[in-house]
């Protein structure tokens, strides 16, 4: 890669011999461009200087006033892909401008250059050509100071994401309208159609209002509820969630489309947050007959082919009948269900059963007998609802069809805290007249579900304020956040597709810059490799902000999550930087290329030997829906710890990224965010430093890959020959003629 692919003339000028100057434009107006002269000009050396052969005559003169070596680093942070650059100052001669001392003119004048922007060109030889020139550096113009014969100019490298946070836009409460990231997915339960739920995929909905019969709440954009902008919003069932079985239940009042509100959009629902939904008891209790039912878990596992059985066996093999019915068993089995906020206005119980087999006995002049296996609903000690009656006669029975039944259970304040399941086994001797015995010698019956589906609701009053009208109130009033399933942000750039969700890191990144700082110029190259599938193009990130944070900030955690590194080049082009699995040399040097190689290696205690990740940010609350456990890497454990010991021990608790995490250490670079760091941290890796001698790679930059001729070097690094090292840049430091840089082994 190169600054900013340097104009021909430029590249054919550095050469060994070749002189540099710098041209510095201190502007004073707020939209410098190339073609005007609102600036003044600066150097090293006097010279004027022409825009390119159309512009012949409009030229500028450059006082050769700079009196120090200014310095201008740019620096890669391979541990948490940050790229940051560096702010430079220059020492000046106070010299006579426009009849009065340069200070004059810089402050305090007519004028005002202070946070206006300058541009560093570097210039070769004799040209006095700016088309032909490279830019090397764009700030702002900080602060100045002078003496009686000398001007100091300490200038930022400001970008146009400098100042800038988000969100950004609040609401008429002073709210902000959230900025959404990624892909979303909502459930799908209603009060017509319950269903279970827990694989829905959500961000926060700030609430703005609750009132006039509605609850509003900001969302990111305008929606219609077609595909990707659904508009249902759910609510958080947190004293019924447990790890790994979140819920979030759909609310019945689904807005047909956002509402405009202030400059953003909303969403609007019925104030009674009326929501059904299936789901399963979280334990069955350790009471009553518990362990009478094999396998007694599958009955709440999720899975409806696994089951619990129950086996009867009567005693002794039936009795004597005095009368002409006889209860056998009757036994309980109970399941812990959850609480729920607000009240409940009816919930349906549903049990999967088959009775497999039934077999009877008949004895003593006993010749007829019928029998029934009755399935109980007790829940709420109400009523005892009968889910279902099998029975049959003296005939063996085997082999009915699975089948889900249903009961509804009566209203009542609130979810009862279990489901009550009975099973009553009765047989009658029906030989006339009565004698002998009959007996229920044994039956199978198989139990594979059982689930539960609530409706709740917040009771709202009508008229006085009765006591659940004023708990009511104060339900409503505690609700500060819904939950939607909308898709974030499209592809909003010139040239994005405006159908295309915003979810990988170098996307997130280009679009949050165009979308906040109005920055739509982005090195295709750059971006064409990091978007494809060799590298982020299938990495994955939900983001959602609903407090102002810095811009830069968010996009360098993406950066780092996303194993993205970025920068804003002098030119003020988005970057992207990109290291292959194996990755080639921009740059090949030899021996003659440089001078005052110096090598090194890692600290040991920057290696990754162990390290625990926690991701997908739940949207409720702090915690994450995904943990890995402890991840080791034998590399560096066998290699520089006596006895494979595991030190850094290392956490990352990864907001934005959902995949590729990874599981393991020794995959490929880019297969994912483990194998990423590992690769570059996983063992003990060479460094170099080293001042750049030959002007050809004068316009390498952070993130260029270099390699060296092996035959062509004084030593090797260490015991390793230079043929097989490849090296990324991680550090330049440019000054008139002289460039050095840093170089970390990849």
């Known amino acids: 890669m190169a600054l900013s692919a340097p104009h021909s003339d430029y590249t054919s000028a550095l050469a060994s011999g070749m002189k540099e100057n710098w041209l510095v434009q201190i502007y004073r107006v707020d939209s410098p461009s190339v073609s005007n002269s609102n600036f003044l000009g600066l150097s090293f050396q006097d010279v004027t200087i022409t825009v390119d052969a159309g512009n012949s005559n409009r030229s500028w003169a450059f006082y050769g006033v700079i009196t120090n070596k200014p310095t201008i680093r740019e620096s890669y942070s391979i541990e948490n892909s940050k790229v940051a650059t560096s702010n430079v100052r220059l020492n000046l001669a106070n010299f006579t401008y426009s009849s009065n001392p340069v200070s004059e003119e810089l ?37 100045v100071s002078h003496s009686l014969d000398k001007v100091v100019l300490d200038i930022v490298a400001y970008r146009p994401y400098h100042d800038i946070t988000i969100p950004n836009v609040a609401s008429p409460k002073k709210k902000f309208f959230p900025v959404i990231y990624g892909n979303y997915t909502k459930e799908t339960s209603t009060d017509s159609s319950p269903a279970f739920i827990g694989d829905g995929v959500f961000f926060p909905s700030p609430v703005e209002s609750a009132t006039a019969g509605k609850v509003t709440t900001l969302v990111h954009q305008s929606l219609d509820n077609s595909s990707g902008k659904e508009t249902s919003l759910h609510y958080f069932e947190k004293n019924a969630t447990s790890e790994g079985n979140e819920l979030f239940a759909s609310l019945n009042s689904i807005p047909s489309a956002s509402v405009a509100i202030g400059n953003g959009n909303a969403l609007k629902t019925n104030i009674d947050l009326k929501r059904e939904f299936k789901a399963r008891p979280n334990s069955v209790i350790d009471e009553e007959e518990r362990d009478k039912f094999g396998n007694y878990a599958n009955m709440i596992d999720g899975d409806t082919s696994a089951y619990a059985t129950y086996t009867e066996e009567s005693a002794s093999g039936g009795g004597s009948l005095s009368a002409s019915v006889e209860t056998v068993a009757t036994h309980q089995v109970h399941f812990e269900l959850p609480s729920y906020d607000h009240e409940l206005s009816s919930m349906t119980v549903t049990y999967k059963l088959q009775l497999v087999s039934v077999t009877t006995s008949m004895a003593g002049g006993a010749n007829a007998m019928t029998w029934s296996i009755v399935i109980n609903d007790k829940t709420g000690e109400i009523d005892d609802d009968t889910a279902i009656t099998y029975s049959g006669s003296d005939a063996a029975f085997s082999d009915t069809t699975a089948t889900f039944y249903t009961v509804t259970k009566s209203a009542a304040d609130q979810v009862p805290d279990k489901i009550e399941m009975e099973v009553v086994s009765t047989i009658t001797n029906t030989t006339s007249p009565n004698a002998g015995t009959v ?28 006591d659940k009208g004023l708990a009511a109130n104060m339900a409503v009033k505690d609700i500060n956040v819904l939950y939607c399933a909308a898709d974030g942000f499209t592809q909003g750039w010139s040239g994005g597709n405006a159908s295309t969700i915003v979810e990988t890191p170098p996307d997130i990144i280009r679009d949050a810059l165009d979308r906040f700082a109005d920055m739509d110029d982005t090195d295709s190259t750059s971006y064409s490799t990091i978007s494809g599938n060799g590298y982020r193009g299938d990495w994955d990130m939900r983001l959602w902000q609903l407090k102002p944070r810095p811009l830069k900030d968010v996009l360098d955690q993406v950066a780092y999550e996303g194993a993205t590194p970025w920068h804003i080049k002098a030119d003020g082009t988005l970057r992207f930087i990109t290291i292959a699995d194996s990755p080639s040399a921009n740059h090949t040097f030899d021996k003659n290329d440089f001078t005052g190689l110096n090598i090194s290696h890692t600290p040991v205690r920057t290696l990754m030997t162990s390290i625990k990740v926690q991701s997908d940010k739940h949207p409720a609350e702090d915690r994450y829906l995904t943990a890995s456990s402890e991840i080791n890497n034998s590399t560096p454990r066998t290699n520089w710890f006596a006895g494979g010991t595991i030190q850094n021990k290392q956490k990352a608790n990864l907001d934005y990224l959902v995949t590729p995490i990874g599981g393991a250490f020794g995959g490929s670079r880019n297969d994912d965010f483990i194998d990423w760091y590992g690769s570059l941290y996983g063992d003990v890796k060479l460094m170099l430093s080293l001042e750049v001698i030959n002007p050809a790679y004068y316009v390498a930059e952070v993130g260029d890959i270099v390699a060296f001729t092996n035959s062509a070097m004084p030593t090797n690094a260490f015991a390793t020959a230079w043929t097989n090292l490849v090296f990324v840049i991680t550090s330049i430091s440019r000054q008139v003629g002289a460039l050095s840089m840093e170089l970390f082994e990849v």
């Open 107 to 143: 402050f305090g004048g007519s004028n005002k250059y202070v946070n206006h922007t300058v541009k560093i060109y570097s210039v070769l030889g004799s040209s006095t050509r700016l088309d032909r020139s490279l830019q090397i550096y764009e700030g702002k113009l900080e602060q």
């Open 439 to 466: 007996s229920l010698t044994n039956f199978e019956l198989r139990i594979y579900d059982v689930a539960y589906a609530p409706k709740l609701i917040i009771p709202l009053s009508s008229g006085a304020a009765t």
